[in-house]
């Protein structure tokens, strides 16, 4: 019988395209009033702007007239944005207001917007490969104004791989005994709400310094909640929300609060914690590829019921399958 064996793999030929969601683009304290970024994400060039009176806005970067990248030297004014170039001005809905040397307005002077949202400390935009409107809620991190718990700390961290895949590392217990060198592989059951919106992976790690229950709540991939229980007021939630800048490189930002009871204690060692555990799993996402069709094993469960979950966040399911 012949055997066949799938065909060598590039880094880029099987990546999928960006699962819809919402995606942080910026954190809210890094956009000030009248402040204007570039930002690339889905292999995109974007401009970000904080109007006068406060609301993020995010929309295509290049100037409809010639050009110009509104996110380089672009000015707010008042509710909207002007262009360097020659000062086309767009208002939030993307319309050009105004041409300061012209009474006349092209028709097709407008520039895409994309729908954008501020919560958790962060500015949100939502991506949909055919641009339709957003199909759910951003979750709310209710830990970030409850007084018992402190004061967000923050890091960042740039993955050269797919959304998907570093999404992927919350449902596969048995990485955590050969990447990040636990004892053995904790017991872990993964669910999805009756919806099948939301996924959740439920583990029971007893063999460490500090046995815990770990519970990771997937909205999407690049979107994630995860608590550690080590008793009823030792508890840390930790948020991850991703900005996917290519199809190979994402930039993850992780948002930590920990009961103000255990601040002292585990605060700036978590921290730490999380950091090195990304360093440990670095290497093997560096130089992964995705994998289109992976060879799974029996035990392989929670992986499967991951790739399950995960085909409803894209639209052509070719994609990933
Ligand atoms: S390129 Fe923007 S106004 Fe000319
Ligand atoms: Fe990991």
Redesign the pocket.
Known sequence: MTQIIEACESKTNTTPDFPMGWYSVARSHELQVGEVKRVHAFDRELALYRTRSGVPVLQDAF?P????HLGVEGKVVGESLR?P????RFDTTGKCVEIPYCEEIPERARIRMWPTQEKNGEVYIWFHPENSAPRFELPTLVELDDEHWTAPRYAEFEVPAHVQDIAENSCDPVHFQYVHRQAHTPESTVTVDDDGRILHLRSDMRDTDHPNQLHAKVFQPGLAMVRTTYAPEAQMMVYNSAQPIDRNTTLLRWTLTVRREIEDLAGDEVMKGIIEGLSQDYPIWANKVHKHRPVFCREDKTLVQFRKWVRQFYVDVRDIT
Do not use: R
């Open positions: 100037c007239h010639l050009g110009a262009c170039f020659h000062g086309w």
